[in-house]
């Protein structure tokens, strides 16, 4: 008795969608990550279609937020005597 083995179907994605999936990772406060998964791609499939295109990620910490926990940890070491 022979197995037969499915082959493994690689999926392609049209250029429109690609499009979309990378302007909305583009808006403020979205996960990169989390939308792949929503449209059933990978994140690295993600990063590598806005990396092709020259799209620079932005950091998903703000710079200000930053700021203001280091001025909270000053606060509470203050406290502490």
């Known amino acids: 008795m022979d197995v037969v083995v499915p082959r493994r179907i690689r999926r392609t ?3 429109a969608f690609k499009r979309s ?3 909305a990772c ?3 406060c979205t996960s990169d990550a989390g939308l792949a998964l929503a449209n059933g791609l990978n994140a690295n499939e993600v990063h ?3 990396r092709e295109r020259g799209i ?3 950091t998903s910490v703000p ?3 930053i700021a203001i926990a280091d ?3 000053k606060g509470v ?3 502490r005597g």
Do not use: N
Request: aromatic share 0%; net charge positive; glycine share 4%.
């Open 56 to 58: 620079v990620q932005l």
């Open 26 to 28: 583009r808006e403020p």
């Open 48 to 50: 590598r279609s806005m």
């Open 13 to 15: 994605h049209g250029e």
């Open 77 to 79: 070491r203050d406290r």
């Open 71 to 73: 001025e909270a940890r």
């Open 63 to 65: 710079v200000r937020r």
């Open 21 to 23: 999936v990378i302007s």
